[in-house]
């Protein structure tokens, strides 16, 4: 049974950092794509960082060159690095997993793509 449970969320000023994990269970954690979509409040779910079974990363033009996505295959777990943080980064952080297609190249940010998810982890950013 597929299961992944995020962590490291919490309250940062703006400008700050913050470090979120998804430690993940039931598959085979190497072989997929997995991404971090956060949903903001009054608004919809929205992709913010993938990456594929290579490492490769992909991200909004939101968080590009202050979202870092990496993985560590070795203890299934997938990362999110978040520097200079804004207000409008406070969501709930989800990942997810796209167990559709074994060996993925090119992750993508489209949710419809994703087949399991985690409970999130909540990130607030004052100002």
């Known amino acids: 049974q597929v299961h992944l449970v995020e962590s490291g969320g919490g309250s940062e000023q703006s400008g700050g950092s913050l470090r979120l994990s998804c430690t993940a269970s039931g598959y085979g954690f190497s072989l997929y794509c997995m991404a971090w979509f956060r949903r903001a409040p009054g608004k919809e779910r929205e992709g913010v960082a993938s990456?594929?079974?290579?490492?490769?990363?992909t991200y909004a033009d939101s968080v590009k060159a202050r979202f870092t996505i990496h993985r560590d295959n070795a203890v299934n777990t997938l990362y999110l690095e978040m520097n200079s943080l804004k207000p409008e980064d406070t969501a709930l952080y989800y990942c997810?997993?796209?167990?559709?297609?074994?060996?993925?190249?090119?992750?993508?940010?489209?949710?419809?793509?994703?087949?399991?998810w985690g409970q999130g982890t909540q990130v607030t950013v004052s100002s």
């Open positions: 990456i594929d079974r290579g490492g490769n990363p």
């Open positions: 997810a997993v796209n167990t559709h297609t074994i060996g993925c190249r090119g992750a993508s940010l489209n949710e419809n793509e994703y087949t399991y």
